[in-house]
């Protein structure tokens, strides 16, 4: 049973216009939520995250919002960029035992920037 | 400063045979992980370490065996592998914390004929 689910495999975006990736949890344990962002034949970036005592948190042009209530985030990227075609990955982070904090991802979806 | 590292970068085994996938760190990070990704999936943990000495086993541990000898390595092996191994697998490590960031290597490409 998916935890953390990723519903959009894809999503194509006009260069310059808002970005929205969604993502849906079940596990109400999830207390940090994290988004990375994935090129190519390299490893997972950290992109940013929030706190499950926040809704919103914003870094350049990168916003994410949490909507506990719905157990509901989205990361929105404006404006978007070609630089951005990557595949993003929703994470969530709950206390497995032993002082351990595990992530659990979603399937991805892959953002396709045209410019 | 070289993050976290993967040694090899693509491997070719025959079912069977054995081989062992190192990961290094140079950040002083506690926890390391080894997860696995699979096409159209996302990424699921193999086994883990809270620290020198220690490790877990994840969501998806059977087939793989890992050992921390070294705070700063994390190694994983296959003792026979088999087919349902070909996967490229991601070394991650971070600090200790509910915050947690993991900082994820290059990934080694494994394919089991």
């Known amino acids: 049973d998916q935890q953390v689910k990723q519903n959009s495999p894809s999503l194509s975006v006009q260069e310059g216009r808002i970005s929205i990736l969604n993502c849906d949890y079940t596990?109400?344990?999830?207390?940090?939520f994290l988004w990375y962002k994935k090129y190519p034949a390299e490893g997972p970036t950290f992109l940013i995250s929030?706190?499950?005592?926040?809704d919103k948190n914003e870094d350049g042009r990168f916003t994410v919002f949490l909507n506990k209530s719905a157990k509901h985030l989205s990361l929105h990227i404006v404006p978007s960029q070609p630089g951005d075609s990557a595949v993003y990955f929703c994470?969530?982070?709950?206390?497995?035992?032993?002082?351990?904090?595990?992530?659990?991802f979603g399937k991805g979806t892959k953002l396709s920037v045209i410019p | 400063n070289a993050g976290v590292t993967q040694t090899p970068k693509f491997r070719v085994l025959k079912t069977g045979q054995s081989m062992t996938l190192l990961c290094a760190q140079d950040?002083?990070?506690?926890?390391m992980y080894w997860y696995r990704q699979d096409p159209g999936m996302g990424l699921r943990l193999i086994h883990y370490?809270?620290?020198?000495?220690?490790?877990a086993k994840g969501e998806v541990p059977d087939g793989y065996n890992v050992s921390r000898l070294k705070k700063q390595n994390f190694l994983l092996g296959l003792e026979s592998a088999a087919p349902s191994q070909t996967s490229v697998y991601f070394c991650?490590?971070?600090?200790?914390?509910?915050?947690?960031?993991?900082?994820f290597g290059p990934g080694t490409r494994l394919t089991v004929l």
């Open positions: 991650a490590s971070t600090r200790s914390g509910i915050y947690n960031e993991q900082f």
């Open positions: 596990n109400s344990m999830f207390d940090y």
């Open positions: 929030i706190s499950s005592i926040k």
């Open positions: 994470a969530a982070s709950a206390y497995s035992g032993a002082g351990s904090y595990q992530l659990t």
């Open positions: 950040m002083n990070h506690e926890y």
């Open positions: 370490s809270v620290g020198e000495g220690t490790t």
